[in-house]
């Protein structure tokens, strides 16, 4: 099973950087991700954690903001990805858009944001999905679905009355993803695919221009084989 990706002349290359930093060449990816009507969740990105044993998980999350800090996600503090993290913060997380044959890689750690910014965030979501945050425990056993609809239905009691508003749960909240590694990479027809990676250097590594480049900011990039 192959597809073809983009043609020869259409390569990524150093001069093609719009930033010598990854977070203004992620903007400038994800913008026309964002413009393209045929990918539907651009901000959906799969987040990898693993427990202090060493064994991995993966899964959806949205991307919820982003800047030079970082990137942010919300979710439920009892989840499996959120004991994880707890136990090992190092987490990597994995865009791929492939209308655009793209994809970024991330690796770094993650750190709570605060109780004020998640409370904020969580207001402006859609009153539904404000509810069905409180009425899920992520990831543990339940008996039936009906469970789930009849907390529903007892939340949607409380509060579906106009002004208001439902109290941020204080198991639910936010993280950003400080990264250390950021990947971008561009898919080719030959397979030869296009892969500049941007990274803090190690400790007296210095930059010669050929294999390792100087960006701004404290970040070093490079391009990798394929």
Partial sequence: MRIKYKDKKDTFLEKHLVS????????????????????????????????KEGYPSARFVLLKGYGKEGYKFFTNYGSRKAREMNENPKVAATFYWEVLNRSVRIEGHVEKLSKEESTRYFHTRPVPSQIAACASFQSTPIESRDILCEREKVLEADYLIPGK??????????????????????GQRDRLHDRIKFRKPKEGEVPDGKLLHQGDDGWVFERLSP
Avoid: H
């Fill in 20 to 51: 010598r930093e990854p977070f203004g060449q992620f903007k400038a990816w994800f913008e026309e991700a964002c413009g393209r009507k045929e990918i539907l969740e651009p901000n959906a990105m799969c987040l990898a954690t693993s427990s």
């Fill in 165 to 186: 508003e439902v109290p941020k749960p204080d198991y639910w909240g936010g993280y950003i993803i400080r990264p250390r590694a950021v990947e971008f990479w561009q």
